[in-house]
C-alpha cells in the first residue's frame, strides 16, 4: 500500500485502502475492519491517517495478516517514498515504493 509519513501521522493512499464488500472474502473483510477500526480517519474520498500512537497495533496487524498468506504482499506492506525515512515503529512493515510507483 502506498503510504506516507508527515508529521507523526501515516497515511494510507485512498486507492490502495481494502475496500469492505458485502459477499467478498472473510479476510478480506476483516482486514478492512481492524485497518479502518484503528484509523484516525477513514473516509472513501481521503488517504487513510493513523496518528503514531497506533503505529505499534498497526505493524503487528499488517504482519499478522501478511503472515496468513491469504492477502498479497502489496496488499499488506507499508511502501513509503523512496526518499523518506522509514519510522522504527514500521519497520517490521514496511518497504520503499520503487521510482516507477511514485505518485
Do not use: C
Request: zero cysteines.
Amino acid at each position: 500500500m502506498r503510504a506516507r509519513v508527515d508529521n507523526d501521522i501515516l497515511y494510507l493512499h485512498q486507492a490502495d485502502v481494502p475496500h469492505y464488500k458485502k459477499s467478498g472474502s472473510v479476510v478480506r473483510n476483516s482486514y478492512f475492519w481492524a485497518l479502518r477500526s484503528i484509523a484516525d480517519r477513514s473516509d472513501l474520498s481521503h488517504d487513510w491517517e493513523y496518528t503514531v500512537v497506533v503505529w505499534p497495533a498497526l505493524e503487528r496487524m499488517l504482519m499478522r495478516f501478511a503472515d496468513s498468506g491469504y492477502l498479497s504482499y502489496h496488499e499488506t506492506i507499508l511502501e513509503l517514498p523512496y526518499n523518506q525515512e522509514i519510522p522504527q515503529l514500521l519497520q517490521r512493515a514496511a518497504t520503499w515504493a520503487s521510482l516507477e510507483d511514485q505518485d
